[in-house]
Each structure stands twice: as structure tokens, then as C-alpha cells.
């Protein structure tokens, strides 16, 4: 199996900040990297797949990059509704994701 | 607008077998794509398990695999999970899903709600 590994497990942060997750792959996986956002209680939600291909109805404060083994999903402007986990995923072969990345109010 | 929607017991004894089936409504699994389970728990996060598509192609994770059983009934527009010889590290939210286009069979686009199963 790919081991995906996120960092950091949790970050504070407050509204209008940048925030940048990073995810690297055991082993390369070229572009196929999703990222995808969980509110409690919820079932994820796609973001970016692909790396950088921002899903449809997303806003374009979020933006992913990376290939290979390391990849990045950054949030340009933190929004209230932006406090959530996130997790990548990659789609390369078996999918598996990472243990996901809490955002939090500072 | 697709939508699933899972249904199944929320306790299962150990060494059974959990079921669980996936309702799909706002789009025919005749008519394409892989349809997914994947669960979540405290101690694993999330785990793909399988997917299946229309013609009762399976693809499930090598780590479950001589466990799991998915199943599709186009009839009723519905998919199903079989989970045997379950333990307490089983317990999980369970999720149905479809990927996000025909050919990105990994990539899930749309979630049911989840379901709580819990082996004990």
C-alpha cells in the first residue's frame, strides 16, 4: 500500500490567514492526489482532485499543488466555514488517504 | 442531483456478518461508474473497501478482501456491502460513494450520509 502522511495533525488559525496542509506519498503517485474537506458529523467533500483541479462549486481561495511524492493544498484566505479536517487521497493505485490535517480557531 | 443513502443494522455481534446496502436515487447505476464503499473509524481513518460497477465488476483492498463481499441489483438501483467474521475493529462510520467521473474510479465525488456500525 501507498502511506500517505499528513502534517501537521492539527494547525490554530485565525480568519484571513493563509493556511498550507502538506501530504506526501511513500512512494511517487505522479498527479493522482485528492484532497477533500470533513465537517463533524459530515461525509467528505471533494475539493481538488487531481492536485490542482479545483472541483466544481468550490471557492478559489483553495488551490492544491505537487507531484510526484509531495504535495500541498493551500487555503488563501481562511473562512469561518473553512474550519474543518482535511485529508488527501491518493488515487494512484489502491486508494488510501491520510490521517488528516484539523483546522482550528485561533 | 445524485444521492445515496445507506441502510443497514447498526450493531453487529462479532464473528458475524455486517450488511449494508447503498440506495442510489437521481441516477442509474446502469448506466456507469464504479460504486464505493469506504469506512472511517477512530483507530484506521478513512479505508477504502470496494467498489463495484454495473456489471458486478468488483476491485476491493487487498487488506479486506477475503472478507468482502459487494454487490450491485440494478433492478432496485442498489449496491451492497458484506463484511464477514467482524471484530470490534470493525466499528465504523460506513459510506457509500461514486466517483466523480466514469474513468476516475478513486476519485469520490458523492457521499451518502454514512452510517455507524458497531461490532460489539
Known amino acids: 500500500d501507498i502511506q500517505m502522511t499528513q502534517s501537521p495533525s492539527s494547525l490554530s488559525a485565525s480568519i484571513g490567514d493563509r493556511v498550507t496542509i502538506t501530504c506526501r506519498a511513500s512512494?511517487?503517485?505522479?498527479?493522482?492526489l485528492n484532497w477533500y474537506q470533513q465537517k463533524p458529523g459530515k461525509a467528505p467533500k471533494l475539493l481538488i482532485y487531481?492536485?490542482?483541479s479545483l472541483q466544481s462549486g468550490v471557492p478559489s481561495r483553495f488551490s492544491g499543488s505537487g507531484s510526484g511524492t509531495d504535495f500541498t493544498l493551500t487555503i488563501s484566505s481562511l473562512q469561518p466555514e473553512d474550519f474543518a479536517t482535511y485529508y488527501c487521497?491518493?488515487?494512484?493505485?489502491?486508494?488510501?488517504f491520510g490521517g488528516g490535517t484539523k483546522v482550528e480557531i485561533k | 442531483q445524485v444521492q445515496l443513502q445507506e441502510s443497514g443494522p447498526g450493531l453487529v455481534k462479532p464473528s458475524e456478518t455486517l450488511s449494508l446496502t447503498c440506495g442510489v436515487s437521481?441516477?442509474?447505476?446502469?448506466?456507469?461508474?464504479?460504486w464505493g464503499w469506504i469506512r472511517q473509524s477512530p483507530g484506521k481513518g478513512l479505508e477504502w473497501i470496494g467498489s463495484?460497477?454495473?456489471?458486478?465488476?468488483?476491485y476491493y483492498n487487498p487488506s479486506l478482501k477475503s472478507r468482502v463481499t459487494i454487490s450491485v441489483d440494478t433492478s432496485k438501483n442498489q449496491f451492497s456491502l458484506n463484511l464477514s467474521s467482524v471484530t470490534a475493529a470493525d466499528t465504523a462510520v460506513y459510506y457509500c460513494?461514486?466517483?466523480?467521473?466514469?474513468?476516475?474510479?478513486?476519485?469520490?465525488?458523492?457521499w451518502g450520509q454514512g452510517t455507524l456500525v458497531t461490532v460489539s
Open positions: 460513494a461514486r466517483p466523480r467521473t466514469s474513468s476516475t474510479y478513486y476519485v469520490f465525488e458523492y
Open positions: 437521481g441516477y442509474s447505476i446502469n448506466s456507469g461508474y464504479y
Open positions: 463495484i460497477n454495473r456489471s458486478g465488476i468488483t
Open positions: 512512494q511517487s503517485i505522479t498527479s493522482y
Open positions: 487531481t492536485a490542482s
Open positions: 487521497q491518493q488515487s494512484y493505485s489502491t486508494p488510501t
